[in-house]
C-alpha cells in the first residue's frame, strides 16, 4: 500500500505593505497597510494617499496638449480604514471583499476652467465604499494585488457623488 503525498500548506505572512502603482500614474502617491490577524478570514487596511509634488514638473515638461490635461481636483491626502472579509483565508491567492470608509482633501486644480455650477465642491469629502479584489502572494514575501472599490463621496450629507477607486499594489508581506 503506497502513502498518498500531500502537499504541505505555505505558511504566508499576513500582513502586508503596499504601494498602488495605479495612483502613481494619476500622480498620487498611495501606500497602504493590511494587518491579518488570527485567523485570517478578517483584517484592516489603512489607506494612505498624498498628491505628488512632482506631478506640475512632470506636466509642465510635457508641451502638447494631451500632456497639460488634469482632472478637475486633485487628491492632497486621503485615509481611512477597510474593514476586510476574506472568505477562503489567506492563500496563495486571496479573495478579499469589505467595505471602505475615507476621508479626503481634494483641491480645485488652478489650471483648470470649471463652469459655474458644473463643478465639484472643493475640500473635506467623506467616502463610503465597497471592495473587491485578488491578491496573488509570489513566495512567502512579494505580493500582488488588485482591487476595485465602488461608492459614494459627499461633501456634506445632501449631495452625493460616485465615487470609483483602484488598487494595483505591489507589496512585501511581514
Given at each position: 500500500?503506497?502513502?498518498?503525498?500531500?502537499?504541505?500548506?505555505?505558511?504566508?505572512?499576513?500582513?502586508?505593505?503596499?504601494?498602488?502603482?495605479?495612483?502613481?500614474?494619476?500622480?498620487?502617491?498611495?501606500?497602504?497597510?493590511?494587518?491579518?490577524?488570527?485567523?485570517?478570514?478578517?483584517?484592516?487596511?489603512?489607506?494612505?494617499?498624498?498628491?505628488?509634488?512632482?506631478?506640475?514638473?512632470?506636466?509642465?515638461?510635457?508641451?502638447?496638449d494631451?500632456?497639460?490635461?488634469?482632472?478637475?481636483?486633485?487628491?492632497?491626502?486621503?485615509?481611512?480604514?477597510?474593514?476586510?472579509?476574506?472568505?477562503?483565508?489567506?492563500?496563495k491567492?486571496?479573495?478579499?471583499?469589505?467595505?471602505?470608509?475615507?476621508?479626503?482633501y481634494?483641491?480645485?486644480?488652478?489650471?483648470?476652467?470649471?463652469?459655474?455650477?458644473?463643478?465639484?465642491?472643493?475640500?473635506?469629502?467623506?467616502?463610503?465604499l465597497?471592495?473587491?479584489?485578488?491578491?496573488a502572494?509570489?513566495?512567502?514575501?512579494?505580493?500582488?494585488?488588485?482591487?476595485?472599490?465602488?461608492?459614494?463621496?459627499?461633501?456634506?450629507?445632501?449631495?452625493?457623488?460616485?465615487?470609483?477607486?483602484?488598487?494595483?499594489?505591489?507589496?512585501?508581506?511581514?
Amino acid at each position: 500500500m503506497q502513502k498518498k503525498i500531500r502537499p504541505q500548506p505555505v505558511e504566508l505572512k499576513r500582513n502586508l505593505i503596499s504601494f498602488n502603482v495605479l495612483d502613481l500614474m494619476l500622480k498620487n502617491i498611495s501606500f497602504s497597510v493590511d494587518f491579518v490577524p488570527g485567523e485570517g478570514k478578517f483584517g484592516i487596511t489603512m489607506p494612505l494617499t498624498f498628491y505628488s509634488p512632482l506631478s506640475k514638473a512632470i506636466q509642465n515638461s510635457n508641451s502638447s496638449d494631451m500632456g497639460k490635461y488634469h482632472e478637475s481636483l486633485a487628491t492632497y491626502i486621503r485615509a481611512g480604514f477597510d474593514f476586510n472579509y476574506y472568505p477562503y483565508g489567506q492563500r496563495k491567492y486571496t479573495l478579499v471583499t469589505g467595505v471602505s470608509m475615507q476621508g479626503a482633501y481634494l483641491k480645485r486644480d488652478v489650471d483648470v476652467q470649471v463652469d459655474e455650477g458644473h463643478g465639484v465642491y472643493q475640500g473635506l469629502y467623506f467616502y463610503f465604499l465597497g471592495k473587491t479584489g485578488v491578491t496573488a502572494t509570489f513566495g512567502q514575501r512579494f505580493s500582488l494585488s488588485l482591487i476595485v472599490h465602488a461608492g459614494v463621496k459627499t461633501p456634506d450629507v445632501e449631495t452625493f457623488y460616485f465615487a470609483m477607486l483602484g488598487n494595483v499594489g505591489v507589496g512585501v508581506r511581514f
